[in-house]
């Protein structure tokens, strides 16, 4: 165990990011933005001790790869990876940004998280064991853990600045946003959904949950924002191990998460380290899934 590490930032051009998330470094580029995908991992809320290597590589071409895919159904905020491209200073620091980083526009993040479920699992299932509903949404009965739903659900969830994200009815994210753009995203996040599974399909991988994140220009656009499609923001599962009726082997940090469960960490500081067989394991994971979804090998 160790105590819980400060965020390793990415220091560039001499100076540290302006924002950082569990992931993402920041960094204000004039009119524009830089994102800069670590190799950080988290779990249960809390960044770990371990990184995993290339992850933030996987995050970043993975998302640009599905920005590409899904620009007809809506735009996104992505303006270029390439770094000889990025404004000065961030040209000179091709080493450290060079395949994990992508400047993209600024604008004013909605409030809401949006995710699209084409398959009850995670949290979803937990509250349907407990009510028969998700978000809102009357379920069937007698559903199990894993299984395909009828038709894919919206259902949105706060964005918790700490602990955990809340599931939330569209009632109460409209309070939010607004009902007319809650009607743009949710549409929006469900045609992305149906796009993701339907390429996945073909891959021989299951799509099971996704989230959204979505953004205001200052003149008023809406605009895919921060990452689309990626195992840290999705529930990936091989096709050819697919059986309903309990957890899946997947894609994502759940392979993570796993492990945390089995040593019984009690979910608080000091947090863990992992051993060097989960990083290996789950390097493996986030790569096979680039490389199937995609077709071709991490640049």
Request: hydrophobic share 40%.
């Amino acid at each position: 165990m160790h105590p819980s590490p400060p965020l390793i930032e990415t220091r560039l051009a001499g100076r540290l990011p302006d924002r950082h998330g569990k992931v993402r470094d920041l960094y204000d580029a004039g009119d524009d933005l830089l994102l800069v995908a670590t190799d950080r991992i988290s779990a249960f809320d809390y960044v770990l001790g371990s990184g995993i290597p290339d992850k933030g590589r996987v995050l970043t071409q993975l998302s640009a790869f599905w920005f590409g895919r899904t620009a007809d159904i809506v735009a996104n905020h992505l303006l270029t990876t390439d770094v000889a491209r990025y404004p000065a200073p961030f040209r000179d620091e091709r080493r450290a940004l060079d395949g994990r980083s992508m400047l993209v526009r600024k604008t004013a993040p909605l409030a809401i998280e949006c995710v699209a479920r084409g398959y009850l699992s995670g949290s979803g299932w937990k509250d349907y064991c407990a009510s028969g509903m998700v978000c809102g949404h009357r379920l069937p009965a007698g559903l199990r853990e894993s299984e395909q739903l009828p038709s894919p659900i919206f259902t949105p969830a706060t964005k918790a600045t700490s602990g955990h994200d809340e599931n939330i009815t569209e009632q109460a994210a409209a309070a939010l946003v607004g009902e007319a753009l809650l009607e743009r995203v949710k549409a929006l996040t469900l045609a992305l959904y149906e796009r993701g599974a339907a390429h996945a399909a073909s891959c021989g991988i299951v799509l099971a949950d996704t989230k959204f994140e979505f953004g205001l220009t200052p003149a008023g656009d809406l605009l895919l924002i921060d990452e689309a499609m990626t195992p840290d923001s999705s529930r990936y599962w091989p096709r050819d191990g697919y059986a309903p009726g309990g957890p899946q082997p997947s894609f994502d940090k759940q392979f993570v998460r796993d492990y945390l469960e089995t040593i019984r960490w009690n979910k608080q500081p000091p947090v863990p380290a992992l051993p060097d067989d989960v990083v290996l394991r789950t390097r493996a994971k986030y790569l096979e899934a680039f490389e199937r979804l995609t077709g071709r090998e991490l640049a």
